[in-house]
């Protein structure tokens, strides 16, 4: 199953394989890059036709407890290993801006970014592990987390499942998936070679400054 082809996603795994990709999507460090928003609306769309692969009803019941389920997944993971959990491989995969961004959501809105963060994508990944090393209390975080996934899951797909029966979004459907799939890739793409330009800038002026003090007297 490819969760990047979600039409052959959503038809070859159907609501098991929906609820382990919004498990997964926070609850274990790779979260980030799958397309939750894409296959949750997809899914609204697909529940909406003649032959659905399942009941919206349903899925607006068993998608968000799984998705509350990775939250959990993620919270304990960042109280175990701690800080350190975002850094290394995982900082430079993301890159340091969704991090800050998440730091800062922490600071302004506490436990409301367990909630809001839930709406951003590879913020809602990050978030339970900050708030699991951050000491955020097991009962608030659950408590939030399943506020925001049941708001967001549940949302997605009822706002897929309504506009899912107009003709111009049933009839452009790959339009639509590529669109929302890009608001994420892109903007880690462009932070992606960001960084690497500046290491490289960084690099040639090391070796420039390495070359005029070794020809120093």
Same mark, same amino acid.
């Given at each position: ?19 382990? =990709? ?18 949750? /609306? ?25 998705? @509350? =389920? ?40 506490? %436990?409301?970014?367990? /909630? ?8 809602? +990944?990050? +978030? ?10 097991? $009962?608030? /975080?659950?408590? /939030? ?21 107009? %003709? ?10 590529? @669109?929302?799939?890009? +608001? ?8 992606? +070679?960001? $960084? ?22």
């Amino acid at each position: 199953m490819n969760p990047f082809d979600i039409d052959s996603f959503l038809a070859t795994g159907g609501v098991i394989g929906l609820c382990v =990709l919004m498990f997964v999507e926070t609850g274990i460090l790779i979260g980030f890059l799958f397309p939750g928003d894409s296959v949750l /609306f997809t899914a609204g769309v697909l529940a909406a036709q003649p032959n659905p692969f399942a009941s919206v009803w349903w899925l607006c019941i068993v998608v968000p407890i799984s998705a @509350a =389920l990775g939250d959990q997944c993620g919270y304990f993971i960042g109280r175990r290993v701690g800080r350190s959990v975002i850094e290394g491989r995982m900082l430079a995969a993301v890159g340091p801006d969704y991090i800050d961004r998440t730091h800062r959501y922490f600071e302004r809105y506490g %436990p409301l970014t367990v /909630f809001f963060g839930r709406f951003i994508g590879v913020v809602r +990944t990050l +978030t339970p592990l900050v708030a699991g090393f951050s000491g955020m209390p097991h $009962r608030v /975080f659950t408590l /939030f987390s399943i506020l925001g996934s049941f708001c967001w899951a549940a949302g997605i797909i009822l706002l897929g499942y309504f506009l899912g029966q107009v %003709p111009l979004i049933r009839d452009h459907l790959e339009v639509f998936i590529i @669109a929302s799939v890009l +608001t994420v890739a892109v903007p880690m793409a462009i932070g992606v +070679t960001r $960084r690497y330009l500046q290491r490289r800038r960084g690099a040639a002026r090391n070796e420039v400054g390495d070359r005029e003090a070794g020809g120093q007297p």
